[in-house]
């Protein structure tokens, strides 16, 4: 391959310079710096994943571009790379350094990223010597380019998610099961600061106008009373990131009632509602977690709308229906029994529809459901007697009172979605 002739020091100055005033993105920035220097260039963090390169298509190292496709590096790699005498003398100095690994015959400059004033680096660039050779004059440069995007990277503003950029970027791929193995998870846990222990909650608070009118521009509000002071104010210790259309919160077992009574006092201040896992035993099953989320805030929506906080524990029965035409599930699933009384309501201008369902979902306490409808407790007694006696049922019998409730949750659940679906 051609020697790669390192720029003069004016035609080096000028480009930095223009680089650290430039309105261009992070990216772009890294493909200027690859053409420039005539090599790919991969961004990495702390835990080996990969942040962001110059075109894929330049990088025809075979182990690279292989950890590219995937967004992290293998754990042989990560392995090899600390074993490195120059990788362990680099990450305690400023300066940058050769490394060559066993996998792959092409040299690699690599050189720390830094936060603030820290000595301590978040992360390293790696110029993949695949294009053209280098020699020991090109680090002087690779120093002034770490010092450079240094600087652009800690004049990002991150302060929408908690914990540093590997802890969310960890929690992102677990969300999503983009990881190989458990060894291989355990192994970026280490390098990180990230602590996910087992049995905790996934929580999924919704950030765009699918659930409400709100939207999650409110967190850009200087207002001290937004919902992104809340998170800081209350979960500040949690781990949580935004991820898609969700703000996905990790609740600790420990803390789970205290959390969750958090969410239901205040989301509906923000216009937002949270759907929540069961609970997950092993961090290995954290995206089905995160799926189970997802389902209990979208079915719960639709069959308890007056609710903020929906647990998956209760509202999984729906997921059954979920996939079915409403208008199917109302012709076969409502009980003739409620049928005949949605018409009896219609014509008689009363209310024995509403008052059965809270009796029965109250498991037949008079006190509880008279309650919820405002209603004497005889008044009550008085209603339900007059059912059982219109359509000559039992409500002592309880498989029919299983059936009926059923049929309840059924038909509310079709109808509300028939709604929602006619609302957009």
Same mark, same amino acid.
Not at 390 to 415: K, M, P, Q, V, W
């Given at each position: 391959?051609?020697?790669?002739?390192?720029?003069?020091?004016?035609?080096?100055?000028?480009?930095?310079?223009?680089?650290?005033?430039?309105?261009?993105?992070?990216?772009?920035?890294?493909?200027?710096?690859?053409?420039?220097?005539?090599?790919?260039?991969?961004?990495?963090?702390?835990?080996?994943?990969?942040?962001?390169?110059?075109?894929?298509?330049?990088?025809?190292?075979?182990?690279?571009?292989?950890?590219?496709?995937?967004?992290?590096?293998?754990?042989?790699?990560?392995?090899?790379?600390?074993?490195?005498?120059?990788?362990?003398?680099?990450?305690?100095?400023?300066?940058?350094?050769?490394?060559?690994?066993?996998?792959?015959?092409?040299?690699?400059?690599?050189?720390?990223?830094?936060?603030?004033?820290?000595?301590?680096?978040?992360?390293?660039?790696?110029?993949?010597?695949?294009?053209?050779?280098?020699?020991?004059?090109?680090?002087?440069?690779?120093?002034?380019?770490?010092?450079?995007?240094?600087?652009?990277?800690?004049?990002?503003?991150?302060?929408?998610?908690?914990?540093?950029?590997?802890?969310?970027?960890?929690?992102?791929?677990?969300?999503?099961?983009?990881?190989?193995?458990?060894?291989?998870?355990?192994?970026?846990?280490?390098?990180?600061?990230?602590?996910?222990?087992?049995?905790?909650?996934?929580?999924?608070?919704?950030?765009?106008?699918?659930?409400?009118?709100?939207?999650?521009?409110?967190?850009?509000?200087?207002?001290?009373?937004?919902?992104?002071?809340?998170?800081?104010?209350?979960?500040?210790?949690?781990?949580?990131?935004?991820?898609?259309?969700?703000?996905?919160?990790?609740?600790?077992? #420990? $803390?789970?009632?205290?959390?969750? !009574?958090? *969410?239901? /006092? &205040? =989301?509906?201040?923000?216009?937002?509602?949270?759907?929540?896992?069961?609970?997950?035993?092993?961090?290995n099953d954290t995206s089905i977690g995160f799926k189970q989320a997802q389902k209990a805030l979208c079915i719960g929506h639709v069959a308890s709308p007056?609710?903020?906080?929906?647990?998956?524990?209760?509202?999984?029965?729906?997921?059954?229906?979920?996939d079915l035409d409403p208008n199917f599930v109302l012709k076969n699933y409502q009980h003739s029994i409620l049928m005949k009384l949605q018409k009896y309501?219609? #014509? $008689?201008?009363?209310?024995?529809? !509403?008052? *059965?369902? /809270? &009796? =029965?979902?109250?498991?037949?306490?008079?006190?509880?459901?008279?309650?919820?409808?405002?209603?004497?407790?005889?008044?009550?007694?008085?209603?339900?007697?007059?059912?059982?006696?219109?359509?000559?049922?039992?409500?002592?019998?309880?498989?029919?009172?299983?059936?009926?409730?059923?049929?309840?949750?059924?038909?509310?659940?079709?109808?509300?979605?028939?709604?929602?679906?006619?609302?957009?």
């Open positions: 391959m051609e020697l790669f002739k390192t720029p003069g020091s004016e035609e080096i100055n000028a480009m930095l310079l223009e680089i650290l005033f430039c309105k261009r993105n992070f990216e772009e920035i890294i493909q200027e710096i690859s053409d420039f220097l005539k090599n790919p260039i991969v961004v990495i963090d702390n835990a080996y994943y990969i942040v962001c390169s110059s075109r894929v298509e330049d990088i025809v190292d075979p182990v690279w571009s292989k950890n590219i496709e995937r967004s992290y590096c293998d754990l042989d790699f990560i392995i090899g790379f600390n074993s490195q005498p120059s990788v362990v003398i680099g990450k305690k100095s400023a300066g940058s350094f050769f490394v060559l690994c066993t996998k792959t015959p092409y040299r690699k400059i690599v050189c720390p990223l830094y936060n603030d004033n820290s000595t301590e680096s978040i992360g390293f660039i790696v110029l993949i010597a695949c294009q053209h050779e280098v020699d020991e004059k090109i680090l002087q440069f690779m120093d002034k380019i770490s010092f450079i995007l240094s600087l652009k990277l800690n004049s990002v503003d991150t302060s929408q998610d908690s914990s540093n950029y590997t802890d969310k970027k960890i929690l992102s791929n677990i969300l999503s099961g983009s990881f190989i193995n458990r060894e291989n998870l355990d192994e970026r846990f280490k390098i990180a600061s990230t602590v996910l222990s087992n049995n905790f909650y996934i929580a999924c608070i919704n950030l765009n106008k699918k659930f409400s009118k709100f939207n999650y521009a409110i967190a850009e509000s200087e207002n001290k009373n937004t919902f992104q002071f809340f998170m800081q104010e209350n979960f500040n210790n949690h781990l949580y990131i935004q991820k898609d259309d969700y703000l996905v919160l990790i609740l600790p077992q #420990e $803390n789970f009632k205290k959390d969750i !009574d958090l *969410l239901n /006092y &205040y =989301l509906p201040s923000y216009g937002k509602k949270a759907g929540i896992s069961l609970v997950v035993e092993n961090y007056e609710l903020n906080v929906y647990l998956y524990q209760n509202f999984s029965f729906f997921e059954l229906l979920d309501d219609e #014509e $008689n201008d009363s209310e024995l529809y !509403d008052t *059965l369902f /809270y &009796y =029965l979902f109250y498991h037949k306490s008079l006190k509880r459901a008279a309650d919820k409808i405002f209603l004497h407790r005889n008044t009550i007694h008085s209603r339900i007697n007059k059912i059982e006696e219109l359509f000559e049922i039992d409500l002592n019998d309880i498989y029919l009172c299983h059936a009926l409730l059923g049929s309840f949750f059924t038909t509310t659940f079709a109808r509300n979605k028939l709604s929602n679906l006619s609302d957009d």
